[in-house]
């Protein structure tokens, strides 16, 4: 997916530029027109006549340098690039971006263009971890910026851990995978509830639980990316969306999860409930704190509806999916759960599996559908498991219109 594509690469300083050079070479042996900035940081690392003879094109390096008196070279890259790739990326250009600094040939050009962009970092671990990069990281994928995650192993400075540049080979298949995608939800409309509920006791009290809500945005996302019209009911978490397509209802409660599900069912195509809804709330809400007393406190608790099962019985051609996060007999319990529920398919996962837990960023799962056809997906992060059970819900809705 990369032959024929105009590729700019931004190679930013830091030790690991000397893998810019083979992922240049490795670019260009897969057909793929490439053309080369660099920081005044990285040609101390690597001189720019390395990439020229890779790339065979001119480097680009001094905002100033104009080699045609016709154009104005920062602008006609950025217009030029189909692919922008930043290899390696340091704190510095990711802080720049993040920012809207615009202070050499590099950054420049970035925020001029309109390509697509993929970041992939390479920095000592504590930096890769401060607070400031993680916020720049995280204000770039909000503004759909791609990030390829960096390895971990030893570290030129010294330190073992993340920070070391993807291979060469990972970084090009990542951004083939990501240019291959075919829209398949294009025209579809798909309703995704995620996070949890909290159901007040009093002012300052609640009950709820440990979802972080990052498995329903993540299928938002990738449905976005897929194509599809997304509406995403979402508790209270700390995710935040970085496709601008993805229209967003905030909710706290189980009740008003419920209304907002049922008010946006009627006219879905796809409906993904992977919230963590609270099957009980307190059947008294004080109006004031309760204060600490002599002995034991006694909170009677009611049922909450049952969001899921109350969409199962009035579906009327909604492909209707379910999760399960059990920790005993979880196929058991959610096969039980798919079709006491009316579901079209289930996801199940035990949630005191490692690497399947709460909050974390990696899951495993198993998808049945209602034929109890079974498809395992191993451990992976959150995004990839998402876009599986996307392309399983496409396969057997296309299935039952044949």
């Known amino acids: 997916m990369v032959n024929q594509k105009n590729i700019l690469l931004g190679v930013s300083g830091g030790i690991a530029v000397y893998k810019a050079c083979a992922l240049t070479s490795k670019l260009v042996q897969k057909g793929a027109n490439v053309k080369v900035i660099m920081t005044e940081s990285a040609a101390e690392f690597v001189s720019p006549l390395t990439f020229q003879a890779l790339s065979r094109n001119p480097v680009y390096i001094d905002t100033f340098d104009e080699k045609h008196p016709d154009k104005i070279a920062h602008i006609d890259l950025a217009d030029w690039a189909e692919i922008a790739l930043i290899a390696p990326a340091t704190a510095n250009i990711i802080g720049k971006l993040a920012n809207g600094i615009a202070d050499d040939m590099l950054s420049t050009t970035l925020l001029a263009t309109q390509a697509e962009v993929y970041i992939a970092p390479a920095m000592n671990v504590h930096m890769y971890a401060h607070p400031a990069v993680i916020k720049n990281m995280k204000q770039l994928e909000q503004w759909g910026y791609h990030f390829i995650e960096p390895g ?17 080979e990972s970084i090009i298949k990542v951004i083939e995978s990501h240019q291959q995608r075919e829209p398949f939800l294009s025209g579809k409309k798909v309703l995704i509830s995620a996070g949890p509920t909290r159901e007040q006791i009093d002012p300052v009290r609640f009950f709820t639980n440990r979802s972080t809500g990052k498995m329903g945005f993540a299928l938002a996302e990738a449905a976005a990316e897929y194509g599809a019209d997304v509406t995403l009911v979402t508790g ?3 995710e935040k969306v970085t496709h601008s397509g993805i229209k967003i209802i905030d909710v706290t409660t189980a009740e008003q999860m419920y209304d907002a ?36 406190w ?32 979880p196929l058991e319990y959610g096969k039980k759960k798919l079709v006491k529920k009316n579901l079209d398919a289930i ?51 296309k299935d039952e219109v044949q």
């Open 347 to 397: 996801v199940i996962n035990d949630v005191s599996s490692e690497g399947a837990g709460f909050g974390g960023d990696t899951n495993v799962v198993t998808y049945v559908n209602k034929l109890m056809k079974q498809d395992e997906v191993a451990l992976a992060s959150k995004k990839e498991i998402a876009e599986k059970i996307l392309t399983f819900i496409d396969r057997d809705m």
């Open 236 to 238: 209270p978490v700390a």
């Open 152 to 168: 971990a192993g030893y570290l030129a400075c010294g330190y073992v851990g993340k920070g070391r540049l993807e291979e060469p």
């Open 298 to 329: 006694h909170i009677e608790m009611e049922r909450t509806k049952d969001i899921l099962q109350s969409l199962g019985e009035i579906k009327s051609g909604q492909y209707l999916v379910g999760f399960a996060a059990e920790t005993t007999n």
């Open 261 to 296: 599900m049922h008010l946006h069912f009627k006219d879905q195509d796809i409906v993904i409930k992977s919230a963590a809804v609270a099957d009980y709330r307190p059947k008294h809400i004080y109006g004031e704190k309760m204060k600490k007393q002599d002995g034991n």
